[in-house]
């Protein structure tokens, strides 16, 4: 094995005095370098309202500087979308999600797996609209249902929420059924 150069070893005072570990970066904070993009990406999607390139650099701990950075190419691309020029507010452009989500399914699934799950989320969704006795999730009052049926508050508000979701799945799958292509054999490979 090769010595290393003599400026790289360590004198004897060197090697008496014990390392300062905590003088050193923390671990987190190094690997949190490579995950900036991702940091921001984070703090973006949480943008329910417009906010400031200050807030969103707290969000994501990191500068203000990387976070206008970030935010002008998170606009380009239609991550977010500014909403006022002095001060600069931003917040997420929620067509960009529901694209990306429709993306991911047109990815994951091929097209009779897209069928088959629209059905399954169309069933749930009559099945729903039988219990309530309703055409639509939000006609129903759920203390009103909650007080006709005996079942809490709590139980009723959990399945009217179920139901929305299954509301917001069926209108993802249509969507991904729309722009998938027209080869059944594999909606994967398109992508």
């Not at 701990?61 to 970030?70: C, F, L, M, Q, W």
């Not at 931003?90 to 993306?103: K, S, T």
């Not at 088959?116 to 639509?136: G, I, K, P, Q, V």
């Not at 006709?148 to 508000?157: G, L, P, Y």
Request: charged content about 40%; hydrophobic content about 40%.
């Amino acid at each position: 094995m090769k010595e290393p150069d003599p400026e790289l070893k360590a004198s004897a005072d060197e090697r008496e005095e014990r390392p300062d570990f905590d003088a050193l970066t923390p671990p987190e904070a190094v690997a949190r370098g490579d995950r900036t993009r991702d940091d921001f990406f984070d703090a973006a999607l949480e943008l329910d309202a417009p906010t400031t390139v200050g807030d969103v650099a707290e969000r994501a701990g990191h500068g203000v500087d990387a976070a206008r950075e970030y935010l002008e190419w998170f606009e380009r691309i239609g991550i977010v979308r500014r909403v006022t020029e002095s001060p600069a507010t931003y917040e997420r452009n929620r067509e960009y999600l529901i694209w990306r989500r429709v993306q991911r399914l047109r990815e994951r699934y091929d097209t009779a797996e897209l069928v088959d799950s629209l059905e399954a989320e169309t069933d749930r969704d009559e099945a729903f609209s039988e219990a309530f006795d309703a055409a639509d999730p939000n006609e129903v009052s759920i203390a009103a249902h909650a007080s006709a049926t005996d079942r809490s508050v709590e139980d009723v508000w959990e399945d009217v929420s179920a139901w929305k979701t299954v509301r917001d799945r069926i209108a993802l799958l249509e969507r991904a059924l729309a722009t998938a292509p027209g080869d059944t054999a594999d909606g994967r490979s398109a992508v």
